[in-house]
C-alpha cells in the first residue's frame, strides 16, 4: 500500500489487533481496512496537490470530500473492532486534517473578500468606521473571516424588520469592535457564535408554526453549508436546544415531546470506567415529559441527548450508551439517566438510525426522534424487517 511516511509502523498494532479478532474473518477485515485507508490517503493527496493560497475554492471542495470520507470511516469504527480514539490518530496521519493553521485560513479569506468589494452595505459600513478608528492599527487580513459569513447575516438581515435590522447590525458590530485588530480563533469563534444565535432566535420569533420553523432553518442551514459544512452540527444543536428552552408555552414543533425541556447547566461528561471509549461527552440533558408509548417512545425522565445532523452516527458510542442504560450505569456528576435521546436532522437518516440500533441489539434506553412532515418531532421505531443480530 501507498501509505505516508510513518505512519504504516504505526498500523502494526491495530492490523495485528484486527488479525486476532478471529483467525479467518480478521484477514479479510485487515485487507478491508487497509483499502480503506488506502482510499483515504490518494483523497488527501489530491487535496494536498492544490495550493491552498492559489486556489482556496478547489482545496476547499478537495477538502470537503476528504473530510466526508473521513467521517465516513469514522462511523464504521465498530465494523473493524476499533472504537473512535484508536482510529483518529491514523485517520490524521493519513488526511493531516488535524493541522488547523487560523493564520492561514484568516489570510486566505483576506484574499477572497476584500473591503473594497465588499456589497452589503451594513457590514461593509461597519468595518470602514472601525477602519478610520484603528488607524495604523487596522490590519486587512481581519476583513476576510468578518466578510466570510456575510451570505447568512445578509439572510437573516433580509428577513428582519427595520428594528430587527438595526439591532443585528448594532450587535455585530459590538462583537467586531471587540475582536478586532489582530482577530484571533477565539474571536472568530465568538462572531460566528453571535450569527449562529441570532439566526435560531430569528426563527422562533418570526414563526409559530412547526413547519414553517422547520423550513426556515432548513434555508438557513443550507446558506451556512455553503459557507462552513462543519458548522452544520453546531447550528442543528442549537435549534434543537431552542425548541426545549424551558420558557412559557411549549411550541408545537415539540410534537411527541411536548412539556419536555433542556436542563441548562447540566453536566454532560459521563461517569463510567473506560478512558478509551469514543464517548465521553453528551451534547445535551432533558426532563422529558411523554404519555409512555413503548418500545417507540421513552416514557417520562431524565434522558441524555445525542445531536445528529447530516447522516452522523458512531455505532461503538451506540454500543456503549446501550450498556449503561442497561446495566443502570448511565450517569454524570449531577445523577442517574434513564436512556439517551438521539435526534436526527433528516427523517431518512433517523429510519437508518433506528434500525441499525435494532439490528445490533442497540435500542434499549435509546430513542430516536426526527421531524415529521409537519415539522413536528416524533419518534422514530425500527422497519419491521430489521433482523436483530
Known sequence: KNFPDGVLIELGPTFRKLADASSAEGTDIVADFSDELEALHRKAAARDAVSRKDNLDLWEAK?????????????????????????????????????????????????????????FEPLKKTLRDLKRNLGSAWKDVDVGPILHWRPVVEKLFGSLDDAGKRSLIDDLTDVIHEILPDIRLSGYQKYRDKIKKAVIKH?????????EQLDLYLKFREVVKEQDSASIGEYFAEFRRRIF????????IQGELSGSFEIEGASRKLEFDSPDAPVKMADGAMNVKSKADPPRRPPSGLYLV?????????LKQAE???TLAKDGKLKTSDGPYQGVIYFCEDPRHAQSVANRLAAHEYDE???VATFGSDGKLKFVAAASTTKKK
Open 245 to 252: 428552552k424551558s420558557t412559557g408555552k411549549p411550541p408545537s
Open 320 to 322: 456503549i450508551y446501550s
Open 203 to 211: 426563527i422562533f420569533d418570526k414563526f409559530d408554526s412547526a413547519w
Open 306 to 314: 445525542e445531536d445528529k445532523a447530516g447522516e452522523s452516527f458512531d
Open 365 to 367: 434506553g435509546i430513542f
Open 63 to 119: 477538502n470537503a470530500e476528504l473530510n466526508k470520507a473521513s467521517d465516513a470511516l469514522k462511523e464504521r469504527a465498530g465494523e473493524f473492532n476499533l472504537t473512535a480514539d484508536e482510529l483518529k490518530p491514523i485517520l490524521e496521519g493519513f488526511t493531516r486534517t488535524g493541522r488547523y493553521d487560523f493564520k492561514t485560513f484568516r489570510e486566505t479569506l483576506a484574499k477572497r473578500y476584500p473591503l473594497g468589494k465588499e456589497s
